[in-house]
């Protein structure tokens, strides 16, 4: 089992930045994903930046440039920094984790993540 814990978020400006922090725990095996979702009132949820155990990582179009996605395993936490941040990334922000037999699963939708964080809310104001 693992355990992810989200902290971070709150409310910004449009164009202000925020840190998102997600602290794992557990057993986690040599090929790994783990990634950061979103979900908006009325919205389905969306894959915002995903990363494999060999350090590729995969972002949403609406975030590219924007947003990055980054792993500390000495600190056992994941990170997304948000820059620039526009009132449409108003959710509730989610880590996630899965464990794989090929990297290449990360990236696909047939492929759900099957642990996840409690969530945070990130809310830009215009």
């Known amino acids: 089992q693992v355990q992810l814990v989200n902290t971070g978020g709150g409310s910004v400006q449009s164009g202000g930045s925020l840190r998102l922090s997600c602290v794992y725990s557990?057993?986690?095996?040599?090929?790994?994903?783990m990634g950061w979702f979103r979900q908006a009132p009325g919205k389905e949820r969306e894959a915002v930046a995903r990363?494999?155990?060999?350090?590729?990582?995969m972002y949403a179009d609406s975030v590219k440039g924007r947003f990055t996605i980054s792993q500390d395993n000495s600190k056992n936490t994941l990170y997304l920094q948000m820059d620039s941040l526009k009132p449409e990334a108003t959710a509730m922000y989610y880590c996630?984790?899965?464990?794989?037999?090929?990297?290449?699963?990360?990236?696909?939708?047939?492929?759900?993540?099957?642990?996840w964080g409690q969530g945070t809310q990130v809310t830009v104001s215009s």
């Open positions: 996630a984790a899965l464990f794989v037999a090929y990297d290449y699963m990360c990236f696909n939708p047939d492929y759900e993540y099957n642990f």
């Open positions: 557990g057993r986690i095996f040599s090929r790994y994903c």
């Open positions: 990363t494999s155990s060999d350090g590729t990582s």
